[in-house]
């Protein structure tokens, strides 16, 4: 059993060091609402497996006892996913329904996010879910200042997790929660403790891959400083040509590629009744999916860019060039 549209969906579970991923991540799996899940990690000594119960399928490859499949990443993630996808195939190992990904903490998300959006990766199977992102309450405001990948760890997140809530006071939890909604205000943020994510959250991730604010929802425009991250909501009133939202989209990856944290959005196009879903990191642009309805509470076209270092209303006033008028 796979995903919507037949796929599988990637989790990505990101978050700086020393945040708590690896200790969430083991709390999830011993949960048997994951079972079926194949799980991809940097070293699995990292995680707290049962080493006595679990089964070794080959090098990189272990099942654990409640059906999940644990895999070490061996080379590239693009790879590892290539060769859980064949051995799923020939029966070699079970048939997961999700993969749960989790990268290193020193790791910027956006490479991580294009090799899921690469079109080999489409025709293996799979597609982005959402990125969740753990931050550590207590170290949090030192962290994001003195690095931008835990930055942009949370600018790109979908749904972010504070953790050691639990040695933090309220004072402490609110200062971090208002600076987390400067880089990134439209993710929801649940409050954690001792890596006790709720996997509600995590089958929720396999369907929100397209999930947007609501009209209304949501600011536009810069957060925070120049040198953070920013984002910019934009919306249609009306369905557009796909050949002048291609144009735009081309002119915005040509002017300022590496600076699209990332772009997401569900837009209705004048050649079809069905809207699109649009997903982009940077230069690389997944394939347009056709979504079979409107996700809830998004009626409208709407597009959802992260920004490092560019100016949103420079990008809003480019779509009249192609034809566009955002709303």
Not at 112 to 138: A, F, H, K, N, P
Not at 187 to 213: F, K
Request: aromatic fraction near 4%.
């Amino acid at each position: 059993m796979t995903g919507a549209g037949g796929t599988t969906p990637v989790v990505v579970v990101t978050g700086f060091l020393g945040s708590g991923k690896t200790t969430a991540l083991a709390h999830l799996l011993r949960d048997p609402r994951l079972e079926n899940s194949a799980v991809i990690v940097n070293e699995f000594g990292e995680v707290g497996l049962d080493h006595g119960l679990m089964e070794v399928i080959d090098r990189d490859i272990v099942l654990l006892p409640q059906g999940c499949v644990c895999c070490a990443l061996s080379g590239d993630l693009a790879a590892t996913l290539e060769k859980l996808s064949l051995q799923r195939a020939t029966g070699d190992v079970p048939a997961f329904e999700r993969v749960i990904l989790e990268t290193t903490g020193l790791a910027d998300p956006a490479p991580v996010i294009q090799t899921i959006l690469e079109r080999s990766m489409v025709l293996c199977g799979y597609r982005l879910g959402s990125v969740l992102t753990t931050v550590d309450t207590v170290n949090a405001s030192r962290t994001l200042e003195r690095h931008s990948e835990a930055r942009r760890q949370v600018a790109v997140a979908d749904r972010l997790f504070l953790t050691k809530t639990d040695l933090a006071d309220r004072e402490k939890i609110d200062a971090v929660s208002r600076e987390l909604r400067r880089l990134n205000p439209l993710a929801p943020i649940q409050m954690i403790a001792h890596g006790a994510i709720d996997p509600a959250w995590i089958l929720a991730a396999e369907h929100d891959d397209v999930a947007l604010p609501a009209p209304g929802r949501g600011r536009d425009g810069a957060f925070g400083h120049a040198a953070q991250p920013s984002t910019l909501v934009v919306r249609f009133d009306e369905p557009v040509p796909y050949a002048a939202l291609s144009a735009w989209m081309g002119h915005l990856v040509g002017n300022h590629g590496e600076r699209l944290l990332r772009v997401k959005g569900v837009v209705a196009v004048t050649e079809q009744r069905q809207p699109i879903a649009i997903h982009g990191v940077q230069h690389l642009f997944h394939p347009p999916r056709i979504l079979n309805a409107w996700p809830a509470g998004v009626s409208s076209s709407t597009i959802v860019m992260i920004l490092d270092g560019v100016d949103p209303g420079a990008i809003r006033s480019s779509a009249p060039d192609y034809g566009l008028q955002p709303a």
